[in-house]
């Protein structure tokens, strides 16, 4: 079989010159060479990164405690869930309360948060927002929840149902509020495989590169799963009515502070766990809406995020497609091979830079993410073609599927429901 296969390709080089000719070749090494100029900028980038996260870590983050709602919206069961709400009532810190925000009544995780409430050490609420109209649910949950609660919060802090934080989160997101020129502070989730297959594997994978995307000096961007506002940054900023029509909890928050000029801070110290265990058909579902998403409320930010994966992924096909023609010929191909395998090397290299910030801010769980550091540093290499699934998708269509919910995003203040 791999004999008629390779014989096939030498019929088609006999067929095609071009493909091995001088103009071919120059095209390849002008990839290689950006891509290993661009590979040796990201690692320095890395570098920079975990030199932020461990002065962070060494840092004090005050004592700014204002009066804090923590805001999660749930829908349905998933594995981990009473787990994970548990861990929003272990906080150290005791100045605040949790709001549990569902669609329906009837939602099947009602019971689960009821046990949690009864347990709960703070003071547990459960706020039922009803159905959206024209925006996403948990977009709605939100609104519906932030428009009922009293005075009395100073601050406002999102959580997801599927992250587990640990007992600082809190109070590391909230501090550094104590800075009015903070527009807000935000984290971002660090997936760990609660299963051995292929599809879990690959989301932990895909999304491992997102945390080196914020940083000290990047332009930051909120997370809906870890993100703390003062209220009246949050009222001054319009965030309500950014809102209204959108699907995007966190990018239209980020929109927001954006066009009112108030900055984001990362907060690394506070990484948020999140236990996963998907199928191909999850996978799909999960990436794709992710990146157009993306598409709808970052354009820029999707456009160079698909050109510099569509360039890797070109420059290591076609280096290794170059690798075989020499061989075919036997000739060597020693120098084709170095310049295709540095940039998967120095990719390689960014994962262990990123395995490392990981582990020093979540040392209790280090065995466990050190144990599937495979996934982390050699999967992530070949996650850009991958992506270029989800962006391929995101070309051709403006329709998610999340929680059940079919929606069609038409722009980034305008959504409907399917």
């Not at 109070?171 to 297959?197: E, F, I, K």
């Not at 199928?279 to 970052?298: H, S």
């Not at 170059?322 to 090397?345: D, G, W």
């Not at 990123?354 to 769980?365: A, F, H, I, K, Q």
């Amino acid at each position: 079989m791999t004999g008629a296969i390779l014989i096939a390709l030498w019929r088609s080089a006999n067929n095609h010159p071009l493909l091995f000719s001088e103009k071919m070749d120059t095209l390849f090494y002008l990839l290689a060479v950006t891509q290993i100029l661009l590979g040796a900028y990201l690692v320095w980038q890395g570098l920079q990164w975990l030199g932020y996260l461990r002065r962070r870590l060494h840092s004090d983050p005050g004592f700014y405690a204002p009066r804090v709602a923590l805001l999660c919206p749930c829908k349905g069961i998933e594995p981990g869930l009473e787990r994970n709400l548990v861990s929003l009532t272990e906080f150290e810190r005791q100045n605040y309360e949790i709001f549990f925000v569902l669609a329906s009544e009837k939602d099947p995780a009602r019971s689960i948060i009821e046990r949690v409430a009864k347990s709960s050490r703070v003071k547990t609420n459960v706020v039922i927002a009803g159905h959206p109209v024209n925006c996403g649910e948990k977009v709605n949950n939100l609104r519906v929840a932030i428009e009922q609660l009293p005075e009395e919060f100073e601050v406002l802090a999102f959580a997801d149902s599927d992250g587990r934080p640990g007992k600082h989160w809190l109070h590391q997101l909230v501090a550094p509020l104590a800075d009015s020129r903070v527009g807000a502070t935000t984290t971002m989730r660090w997936l760990v495989p609660n299963s051995g297959n292929l599809p879990t594997a690959l989301q932990a994978a895909w999304n491992a590169p997102i945390v080196t995307m914020l940083g000290e000096k990047a332009k930051n961007f909120c997370w809906g799963g870890g993100t703390a506002i003062r209220r009246s940054i949050f009222e001054q900023s319009g965030v309500l009515n950014e809102w209204k029509g959108s699907v995007s909890d966190d990018y239209s928050l980020t929109r927001s502070l954006e066009r009112n000029g108030r900055p984001i801070l990362f907060v690394p110290e506070a990484l948020t766990l999140s236990y996963v265990e998907t199928d191909f058909k999850g996978l799909l579902e999960i990436t794709n809406r992710q990146v157009l998403i993306t598409r709808v409320y970052a354009g820029k930010m999707w456009r160079a995020a698909a050109c510099t994966h569509l360039l890797y992924c070109l420059t290591l096909l076609l280096g290794f497609y170059l690798i075989l023609a020499e061989a075919l010929a036997q000739r060597p191909s020693l120098h084709l091979m170095t310049l295709t395998f540095l940039p998967l090397v120095l990719s390689a290299i960014r994962g262990g830079l990123r395995l490392t910030g990981v582990t020093e801010v979540l040392p209790d769980s280090r065995p466990q993410i050190t144990g599937q550091a495979w996934v982390y540093m050699l999967l992530t290499i070949f996650v850009p073609f991958f992506y270029l699934v989800n962006f391929a998708n995101s070309s051709v269509t403006r329709k998610i599927r999340w929680r059940g919910m079919r929606y069609e995003l038409i722009s980034p203040q305008q959504t409907r429901i399917l």
